[in-house]
């Protein structure tokens, strides 16, 4: 018999779900309370035995257990975290002055195959479900005691591959009745699904749209990224300022640097030109990412001062630059190479 993954339910339907087993609606909110502090049915002891016996047979929590944890000197936490059928994935906890942030993956590897990334080295295993995401949260949360003020859907996979299980998620984890983590501290990143980007900005969800672009021509990016040669940059920018109009939401885009591919001051204009020749009147965010050191994709990251230069050139084109404060450099903190590391 297959079990109900009842950490996936919201509270009505957990409350109608208890209610179908043939118990009170007041034991629904008990359990809530306990499945969003990571317990599962042992913990539970204000139900009657029978009752715990009752869930154990027909339900399962899908709870993140700690295969690996490692700190970095600067407190960023990289987990290892094996789901319940024992699929391996990874989240990062930052923290920052201004509260903790929670890195999280969506996917047990990664359908998409961008020539930088460890997590796509050995494909997509499965997408996760909704309560595999917020259970990534809840076990960061009782590991530290620390509580996770905002979420960054950028670890392992792509979240609009996995898109209905992911607005499940989003919807759970906001909901005041669960974490209630506010979607102005949600970032939600992808390669470029164009259909899935126009159904997203249907959704009315606050939250921050981050887009991998990493490269200013075709050329260039579908070398990169393979999603290119379906959803080209024309159609991807297309597609954001459309979000844009719709939603009235910042859009980040994400540039990762790539020594001597698409670094020079020269692709740092072209990416300028792109930008206002597709997305004039919004307000241009660019986030500069200098590439990890991934042994089997072999790119270099950029050299400082190039860095320097190409921020300094979109500054100069009135457009923000940011680089990403690199943190965790010293535990492998990037996607994909810890449970790499472990030959997944």
């Avoid at 859009?251 to 204009?269: P, Q, W």
């Amino acid at each position: 018999m297959e079990k109900t993954d009842i950490l996936s339910m919201n509270k009505e339907e957990l409350t109608a779900y208890i209610v179908s087993l043939g118990e009170p609606k007041f034991r629904a909110a008990q359990i809530w309370g306990w499945l969003l502090k990571g317990a599962d049915f042992s913990e539970m002891k204000n139900l009657p035995a029978a009752l715990r016996t009752k869930l154990a047979e027909n339900a399962f929590v899908a709870t993140a257990k700690i295969v690996r944890k490692l700190v970095s000197k600067d407190g960023t936490i990289k987990y290892l975290y094996e789901m319940h059928d024992g699929e391996k994935i990874e989240s990062v906890l930052m923290r920052y002055k201004h509260g903790n942030t929670i890195c999280i993956s969506t996917e047990a590897g990664c359908p998409m195959g961008c020539a930088f990334c460890a997590s796509t080295l050995k494909g997509l295993s499965r997408r996760l479900l909704p309560s595999e995401m917020l259970s990534q949260i809840i076990s960061t949360q009782k590991d530290t005691g620390e509580r996770v003020d905002g979420i960054v859907l950028m670890g392992i996979g792509e979240p609009l591959d996995n898109y209905d299980n992911v607005l499940k998620f989003l919807r759970l984890v906001g909901s005041p009745d669960g974490l209630n983590i506010g979607y102005r501290h949600i970032s939600l990143s992808t390669c470029g699904l164009v259909d899935r980007i126009g159904k997203l900005a249907e959704e009315n969800l606050a939250i921050t749209l981050s887009i991998s672009l990493h490269a200013a021509d075709d050329e260039t990016r579908s070398s990169l990224m393979p999603v290119n040669k379906k959803w080209n940059i024309e159609q991807l920018l297309t597609a954001c300022r459309a979000y844009f109009e719709k939603t009235g939401r910042r859009i980040s885009f994400e540039y990762t640097l790539v020594r001597g591919k698409n670094d020079t001051v020269k692709d740092a204009n072209k990416l300028a030109d792109v930008l206002y020749k597709y997305c004039s009147g919004m307000p241009l965010h660019v986030n500069l990412i200098p590439v990890n050191n991934v042994v089997e994709r072999g790119f270099l990251p950029s050299e400082k001062s190039g860095i320097e230069a190409f921020a300094s050139t979109l500054e100069g084109r009135r457009i923000t630059a940011t680089v990403r404060r690199t943190l965790g450099s010293d535990i492998d903190a990037s996607c994909g190479q810890l449970r790499a590391e472990h030959g997944i």
